[in-house]
């Protein structure tokens, strides 16, 4: 069945597009959500201006991730955890930790570009992807150190002893 998009449906197509998909998909899931009409020659009539428009605002979107994709390559992002002498952090890193250390110093990094295949345990450096999108993809270094357990300050008595 031949379906005009009237708003974009990821992996599938943006607005004003006429995608072939099965009667199902679009019986059960674009017509009733109005994500779809039916591609007559009146609805393409009528949704070409936000077609237009739309094509403008993606474009302007992809010039935006590729500036940030392009500032951020090769970037540390250095992250302090408690660990043990071993080097195995008491909990873990996630990829809501490494944007927010991104975004710290100054880069455009939503928290969905950080990809990682699992939260990072153990102290070093490991390299991480930032998705911007399906085709732009771009690595950082992630660091992480030991957090410096802070030592008690003597008391001013034992600092009299030990200059005596």
């Not at 030991?146 to 008391?155: I, M």
């Amino acid at each position: 069945m031949k379906v005009l998009l009237c708003e974009d449906v990821e992996k599938l197509g943006f607005v004003g597009d006429i995608v072939e998909v099965s009667d199902g998909y679009a019986r059960n899931y674009l017509l009733p959500q109005r994500r779809g009409k039916a591609a007559t020659d009146n609805n393409v009539r009528a949704i070409a201006k936000e077609k237009a428009r739309r094509a403008e605002e993606r474009i302007k979107e992809r010039k935006r991730l590729e500036e940030a994709a392009k500032a951020v390559e090769n970037a540390e992002a250095v992250l302090a955890a408690k660990a043990n002498e071993q080097g195995v952090l008491f909990g873990s890193i996630t990829e809501k930790d490494v944007a927010t250390n991104l975004r710290e110093q100054g880069f455009q990094v939503a928290d969905h570009v950080v990809q990682m295949a699992g939260h990072i345990k153990n102290t070093g450096t490991h390299p991480v992807e930032l998705r911007f999108a399906d085709d732009l993809k771009v690595m950082v270094s992630v660091v992480v150190v030991p957090e410096q357990a802070e030592q008690p300050a003597q008391a001013p008595a034992e600092q009299g002893q030990a200059t005596q």
